[in-house]
T-cell receptor, first 114, second 109 residues
Framework: ETGVTQSPTHLIKTRGQQVTLRCSSQ?????VSWYQQALGQGPQFIFQ???????GRGNFPPRFSGLQFPNYSSELNVNALELDDSALYLC?????????????FGNGTRLTVT | GIQVEQSPPDLILQEGANSTLRCNFS?????LQWFHQNPWGQLINLFY???GTKQNGRLSATTVATERYSLLYISSSQTTDSGVYFC???????????FGEGTQLTVNP
């Protein structure tokens, strides 16, 4: 069973730039969620994708956007980067079957905005 | 939205000691998970426990859904148990997880 993989592991960007983070879901999982974790805090929900459509969004501005592909992998795009976007970005996958399914997280992408 | 509070915020133990971490939540939940985040940032799923008690080696967890709290027990702690322990709840099936602020555990040799 292949776990959740994220790329890149680390990234440094300049304020105003754009960034794309990638996630491959765990084998057999059809739902992907993205979370932002600032230093010293718990992860905050950004949005979730199911069947290639956004299926719930947290309190993040529109410059945070995403995609889910037919193979259930996903991208998180952030435009017009701000210093406060510096954080660990976590991707999680689960299998929505009508029952309950625990989330499994990747190792994250650590983004630094200077 | 739902509020999740974890206590204590910090905990320092000697190797071999036992500990109890608590998670309180403000409304009924469909799901509750406990995670361990290691120093490299990896979130590891410990328990999926919307109610009842589960055990996995030296770790066990109990959720009392009617009283809106969950407890994580760590027995005979080891230095590798160090890290941040998060409780996260899901209000409805398939929705977002809301995390607490975590308990920073340090186990000294």
């Amino acid at each position: 069973e292949t776990g959740v993989t994220q790329s890149p592991t680390h990234l440094i960007k300049t304020r105003g730039q754009q960034v794309t983070l990638r996630c491959s879901s765990q084998s057999g999982h059809n739902t992907v969620s993205w979370y932002q974790q600032a230093l010293g805090q718990g992860p905050q929900f950004i949005f979730q994708y199911y069947r290639e459509e956004e299926n719930g969004r947290g309190n993040f501005p529109p410059r945070f956007s995403g995609l889910q592909f037919p193979n259930y992998s996903s991208e998180l795009n952030v435009n017009a980067l701000e210093l406060d976007d510096s954080a660990l970005y976590l991707c999680a996958s689960s299998q929505r079957t009508g029952g309950d399914s625990p989330l499994h997280f990747g190792n994250g992408t650590r983004l630094t905005v200077t | 939205g739902i509020q999740v509070e974890q206590s204590p915020p910090d905990l320092i133990l000697q190797e071999g000691a036992n500990s109890t971490l608590r998670c309180n939540f403000s409304d009924s939940v469909n799901n509750l998970q406990w995670f361990h985040q290691n120093p490299w940032g990896q979130l590891i799923n410990l328990f999926y426990i919307p109610s009842g008690t589960k055990q996995n080696g030296r770790l066990s967890a109990t959720t009392v859904a009617t009283e809106r709290y969950s407890l994580l027990y760590i027995s005979s702690s080891q230095t590798t148990d160090s890290g941040v322990y998060f409780c996260a709840v899901e209000e409805t099936s398939g929705s977002r997880l809301t995390f607490g602020e975590g308990t920073q555990l340090t186990v000294n040799p």
